[in-house]
């Protein structure tokens, strides 16, 4: 997409002289750097001038179909563009609000079709935690290093069996949290163990490598579910004790993700993990089964069980160190051929929240 650069219409709008352009690792944007003034619908009732960037420009950025126009960057200044003194918005906020250093984000949409309409709902907390938007207790990591959310990854399971790996394969570039990105992706070398211990404990006699690589998507009739057929992925972390270590479980209600669209008289699923030339990314895969909590003042991010994916799982009580919970679908009976079908962005709306408190736990 490509257009003249353009005066926005907001009245208290004013620009700063300079553009900005991001690149990811698949599509970029540039815009006209200026600032606004912002009000959060929720909480504290007053408008924060913040600095934001127009897109008059951009590439593999805006898909089709998609609802959303833009994006809020959560991350360290550091990372900010086109430099670490261009204040970041969640910096303005704590600084003119005096909320906590912390936000935290529930994402709903466990095992519900992927279909880019934006209703799956789910909520950002800016400057506290909500106790209601979760379950039992918060488990938390240590963030590594202040830019992307680093953590530290021990080790993977694939239906309790570790991969084996050095758990320097899973952090040799970085290993970050980030809700920006919509699945999980894993190094090339931990991606290829990850799939090829899914595919050798599933009940499914054979894929197509097109399911792997997610240019395929895998259809079942109507009436069933496939997700008794697919391990669950655990993923250990760091403790904040250092000494200890918890682990995060991923169901197959999360990366074996249903897609609306397939037609006919099929269920069609995805693969919800991706290989990535660089880093391990939990990705909104990973944390739609969770409520996650980014204690920056704490240099901690923690995880929760999420109610809003009630459908898919069943709380079992304090974790003791175990992030798994859930129940087991009805058996699919079924497994129809590949087809090969485009997948539609990712889309969610949020309700956004402002705390005045910060939890302890």
Request: proline residues 6%; charged residues 20%; aromatic residues 12%.
């Amino acid at each position: 997409m490509l257009e003249e650069p353009q005066q926005p219409e907001s009245s208290t709008y004013r620009p700063k002289g300079f553009d900005v352009t991001v690149k990811y690792t698949q599509g970029s944007w540039t815009g006209l750097v200026g600032e606004d003034v912002v009000t959060i619908p929720k909480g504290f009732n007053s408008s924060y001038l913040v600095n934001i960037a127009t897109i008059f420009e951009s590439e593999n950025f805006f898909l089709p179909g998609i609802r959303w126009n833009g994006i809020l960057g959560l991350a360290y200044a550091t990372l900010a563009k086109p430099s670490s003194s261009l204040e970041t918005f969640f910096d303005s906020l704590v600084a003119q609000a005096k909320i906590p250093n912390v936000f935290s984000m529930q994402m709903c949409g466990a095992g519900l079709p992927v279909a880019g309409s934006g209703t799956n709902g789910g909520s950002l907390v800016l400057g506290g935690i909500e106790p209601t938007l979760y379950k039992g207790d918060i488990w938390y990591t240590p963030i590594k290093e202040e830019w992307y959310y680093q953590i530290e990854i021990l080790k993977l399971e694939i239906g309790g069996q570790s991969l084996n790996l050095d758990c320097r394969e899973y952090n040799a570039d970085k290993a970050i949290v980030d809700s920006g990105t919509t699945l999980l992706r894993l190094p090339q070398k931990v991606f290829d163990a990850v799939v090829e211990a899914v595919a050798r404990t599933s009940l499914i006699p054979e894929f197509s490598e097109g399911f792997w690589t997610g240019s395929q998507l895998a259809c079942w009739t109507n009436s069933e579910t496939p997700w008794s057929y697919f391990p669950k992925i655990s993923i250990y972390l760091r403790d904040e004790n250092s000494s200890r270590s918890f682990r995060i479980t991923i169901l197959p209600q999360l990366y074996i993700q249903p897609m609306m669209g397939a037609g006919l008289n099929y269920e069609c699923y995805r693969f919800g993990i991706s290989p990535s030339t660089n880093a391990l990314v939990i990705g909104a895969t990973v944390m739609e089964g969770f409520y996650v909590v980014f204690d920056r003042a704490r240099k901690r991010v923690g995880f929760a069980a999420s109610p809003c994916a009630a459908k898919v799982y069943q709380n079992s009580g304090g974790w003791e160190g175990d992030g798994y919970f859930g129940k087991r679908p009805q058996d699919a009976s079924v497994l129809l051929p590949l087809l090969l079908l485009d997948s539609p962005p990712l889309l969610r709306t949020v309700t956004v929240l402002i705390s005045d408190q910060i939890n302890k736990a």
